[in-house]
């Protein structure tokens, strides 16, 4: 499963500083860079722990500066980015970069040649470089500068006076507590080493990608003296970052190892099934409660309900068995459910919940379904699970917050004009870009499937109190088909909002005909692929809006505002591909395999671009469909990998 980026796109700094690597943790922190080893967003980092108190992400340590001093010649072999300077230039001596169970560096400078790798210790707010030194003509030795942020991952920090300097010794290296109510960081080594006192600002540090999103872009780095460790050919170097003291560094990277090792192994699939298998577990993170969440993408997305309950499936069912993680995540949403409505937002602690959804409980009914459909264990359902279920079909029924409620057709209406309930939430100037109160569409094909869903439960004898589902089914349906399907036009209204509909093409429509229960008959479902494959496919995913609409967005860049008006008018989610493929299997059979196959070869060329191994938030709308937005995101990994599940059952 190994991801191979050659020398001559390392040693390409515009290249190598499009192509990100990620490391998590586990419990929600990260350390991700460039390939160069140039940090272009305020949220690169070497370690960005996610702490609980103060509540949130922190990038602790930005990066180490490394060199290799051999003789009388020091040798920069990491990259930064100043403000009218890149120094040093390290990517001019990678040889290349390999994405396998860690990213790792080979690196080759006049008299010294070494590997280097990165990888984060599970459960622990600690990462490890490993260095390993291949070729050595002198006594050789590797300078390390720590260089501090210590900030919110959302921020930028200035050289000020508040940092204290002073530094302690510690077992095989030093420690630092720069900031009163923020946790200490100790940098520890296996290697001889001297440390050397000298606290200094470096200023002006740039980011280049913060830049052409026009946000502040430069910050003051902190380092509080160097590291200068022998470095003999043939021997292992460990230098560790870490909120706590280790005191058998070896051990547990090891442990660490091990771990990483066995996962391997047990990984099945085709060669872009792997990687993106060994993703999608990134995107788990244990919470302070004990159970799962998914985090929504990194390097700056949280544990949000929406992308959580759409990406369960793609993440986690693989081999159509029982999986405990996967009920752990219903189970820990399902416990901070209120008044029906699942959180879109899971804060640290309940109070700092975020219900601002109509679709994330609707999400939640589709996770359960597709568990139950594919593992057919309902026995791990009963009790909780379905009780959530439950709470939800009668909350959405008899009205809740955020003025959801059933209307007397049985539609379900939600939202005010201030309002984004619905996953097209950008905002700009305070005002929704694409406001849809009222009647979604997707949100009424997802409240029909989940009608549909609790009657059958309810015949099953799983569900006893919602028995009002069966006569609501038939007025449901007819209710969809006569207020979005525009029988002149041959596809759905996007919106129904005070019986004036929203007529411009989305893919929104395509979840009535990839659902399991349908309110389209197939004679309009398949008028609906037809009308979704010619304005809004590509083999990356779904545009939000038909390129002929007067309102295309055809890129996705610029300052906020410009990224917020094209972020759902235009530009292409992949996480869209997994529902076009089921209603392709369902409608267009015939070809879904030819299709199928141009989506999985996209694919497979992206995992060495943007996000290494991983599958972008967005592309750009228009040819060539570049990568935008969060670089590993976890609803674009699950569809695809949902996808290929689906392509090989099909060549089956």
Same mark, same amino acid.
């Given at each position: 499963m190994s991801i191979k980026i050659q020398r001559k796109d390392c040693q390409d700094f515009e290249q190598a500083t499009?192509?990100?690597?990620?490391?998590?943790?586990?419990?929600?922190?990260?350390?991700?860079?460039?390939?160069?080893?140039?940090?272009?967003?305020?949220?690169?980092?070497? +370690? =960005?722990? %996610?702490?609980?108190?103060?509540?949130?992400? /922190?990038?602790? !340590?930005?990066?180490?500066?490394? #060199? &290799?001093?051999?003789?009388?010649?020091?040798?920069?072999?990491?990259?930064?980015?100043?403000r009218g300077a890149v120094a040093p230039q390290g990517y001019r001596h990678l040889l290349g970069f390999v994405h396998d169970k860690m990213p790792t560096f080979k690196i080759q400078t006049p008299?010294?040649?070494?590997?280097?790798?990165?990888?984060?210790?599970?459960?622990?707010?600690?990462?490890?470089?490993?260095?390993?030194?291949?070729?050595?003509?002198?006594?050789?030795? +590797? =300078?390390? %500068?720590?260089?501090?942020?210590?900030?919110? /991952?959302?921020? !930028?920090?200035?050289?000020?006076? #508040? &940092?204290?300097?002073?530094?302690?010794?510690?077992?095989?290296?030093?420690?630092?507590?720069?900031?009163?109510?923020?946790?200490?960081?100790?940098?520890?080594?296996?290697?001889?080493?001297?440390?050397?006192?000298a606290p200094n600002w470096y200023r002006n540090v740039e980011y280049l990608e913060e830049m052409r999103r026009g946000f502040p872009s430069t910050e003051d780095l902190f380092s509080p003296g160097m590291f200068e460790i022998d470095f003999p050919k043939g021997e292992n170097v460990l230098?560790?970052?870490?909120?706590?003291?280790?005191?058998?560094?070896?051990?547990?990277?090891?442990?660490?190892?091990?771990?990483?090792?066995?996962?391997?192994?047990?990984?099945?699939?085709?060669?872009?099934?792997?990687?993106?298998?060994?993703?999608?577990?990134?995107?788990?993170?244990?919470?302070?409660?004990?159970?799962?969440?998914?985090?929504?993408?990194?390097?700056w997305f949280l544990e949000w309900g929406r992308d959580a309950m759409i990406a369960l499936p793609g993440l986690l069912l693989h081999d159509n068995k029982k999986n405990p993680e996967y009920l752990d995540v219903l189970t820990e949403f399902g416990a901070n459910i209120k008044d029906g409505v699942i959180p879109n937002f899971l804060g640290t602690v309940p109070a700092?919940?975020?219900?601002?959804?109509?679709?994330?409980?609707?999400?939640?009914?589709?996770?359960?379904?597709?568990?139950?459909?594919?593992?057919?264990?309902i026995s791990s359902l009963r009790g909780h699970i379905f009780e959530t279920l439950e709470q939800i079909f009668t909350h959405y029924q008899t009205g809740t917050m955020n003025k959801i409620r059933m209307r007397e057709d049985g539609l379900l209406s939600a939202g005010s004009y201030e309002t984004q309930l619905t996953w097209m939430d950008a905002n700009s100037n305070g005002q929704p870009v694409t406001p849809r109160n009222g009647c979604p569409v997707e949100v009424n094909a997802l409240w029909y499937n989940l009608v549909?869903?609790?009657?059958?439960?309810?015949?099953?004898?799983?569900?006893?109190?919602?028995?009002?589902?069966?006569?609501?089914?038939?007025?449901?349906?007819?209710?969809?088909?006569?207020?979005?399907?525009?029988?002149?036009?041959?596809?759905?209204?996007?919106?129904?909002?005070?019986?004036?509909?929203?007529?411009?093409?989305?893919?929104?429509?395509?979840?009535?005909?990839?659902?399991?229960?349908?309110?389209?008959?197939?004679?309009?479902?398949?008028?609906?692929?037809?009308?979704?494959?010619?304005?809004?496919?590509?083999?990356?995913?779904?545009?939000?809006?038909?390129p002929e609409d007067a309102d295309y967005h055809g890129t996705y860049k610029g300052g906020p505002n410009q990224r917020d008006s094209a972020y759902h008018n235009g530009t292409v989610w992949p996480w869209l591909i997994g529902h076009y493929g089921e209603a392709l299997l369902k409608y267009s059979p015939?070809?879904?395999?030819?299709?199928?196959?141009?989506?999985?070869?996209?694919?497979?060329?992206?995992?060495?671009?943007d996000g290494i191994g991983s599958i972008s938030e967005i592309f750009d709308g228009d040819n060539p469909h570049t990568g935008r937005g969060c670089p590993s995101q976890a609803w674009s990994v699950a569809e695809v990998l949902r996808l290929i599940n689906l392509y090989e059952k099909v060549k089956k």
């Open positions: 499009s192509r990100e690597w990620l490391e998590t943790n586990g419990i929600g922190g990260y350390a991700s860079s460039t390939i160069a080893g140039c940090n272009t967003r305020k949220y690169h980092g070497l +370690l =960005v722990s %996610r702490l609980q108190q103060p509540e949130g992400k /922190f990038v602790l !340590l930005s990066k180490f500066d490394e #060199s &290799l001093v051999a003789g009388d010649i020091e040798t920069g072999i990491t990259t930064t980015q100043y008299r010294v040649n070494l590997t280097k790798r990165v990888m984060m210790l599970h459960g622990r707010n600690t990462v490890v470089c490993e260095y390993q030194c291949t070729k050595n003509s002198d006594n050789s030795k +590797l =300078v390390i %500068r720590p260089k501090l942020a210590y900030r919110d /991952f959302h921020g !930028l920090t200035a050289e000020n006076v #508040s &940092l204290q300097v002073r530094t302690w010794p510690a077992k095989n290296g030093f420690k630092i507590q720069p900031y009163e109510g923020m946790p200490p960081l100790f940098v520890q080594t296996t290697g001889r080493f001297e440390f050397f006192s230098v560790v970052a870490s909120t706590e003291e280790l005191d058998n560094i070896e051990d547990a990277v090891d442990e660490e190892i091990k771990r990483r090792s066995l996962f391997y192994k047990r990984l099945r699939g085709t060669t872009i099934q792997k990687p993106l298998k060994w993703s999608a577990n990134q995107f788990l993170s244990t919470r302070q409660s004990g159970h799962l969440a998914v985090t929504a993408g990194f390097p700092h919940n975020a219900y601002n959804s109509v679709d994330a409980s609707l999400w939640f009914a589709w996770a359960v379904q597709q568990y139950l459909y594919i593992t057919r264990d549909c869903f609790v009657e059958e439960l309810v015949d099953m004898g799983e569900i006893q109190g919602c028995r009002s589902a069966k006569a609501l089914v038939p007025r449901i349906k007819a209710s969809f088909v006569d207020a979005f399907w525009i029988q002149e036009k041959g596809y759905l209204a996007d919106l129904i909002n005070e019986d004036v509909r929203d007529y411009r093409i989305r893919p929104n429509q395509i979840f009535a005909i990839s659902l399991p229960f349908s309110p389209l008959d197939a004679t309009e479902a398949e008028s609906v692929l037809n009308v979704v494959t010619q304005h809004l496919y590509t083999p990356l995913g779904l545009r939000t809006l038909s015939q070809i879904a395999t030819a299709v199928f196959e141009e989506i999985i070869e996209a694919f497979r060329a992206h995992l060495q671009r």
